[in-house]
């Protein structure tokens, strides 16, 4: 598992510096390597916040992860990594549902 820390908040909805208002789930995982947080919204979308160089983070600063600019392709898989294991911790909390194909 990339993560380092994994932080539970009741109510954690921070607010990109965006137009639109995206409600997150208040699960996060922190990436030491990549000096970031990294959470996802409502709607399974990653978004990452950086972590300042006193260990802090500005819960208003958080950005969605373009995966079309990832450096490679590694770099790329483990964007879809860190997301595909918030997505199962917020299935495990509650908080996120997966809705199956309903065949016909």
Known sequence: MPADVLLFCSDCSPRPQHLFMTNFTGVFLTVQSHACVYTVCTEGELFYAP???DGSVNMNEFDMVDFYEARDYDMEEEMKEI????IDMMVRAGLY???SSIAA
């Open 97 to 99: 549902f997966r809705q």
């Open 51 to 53: 972590i300042m160089s």
């Open 83 to 86: 997301q595909s294991a918030l």
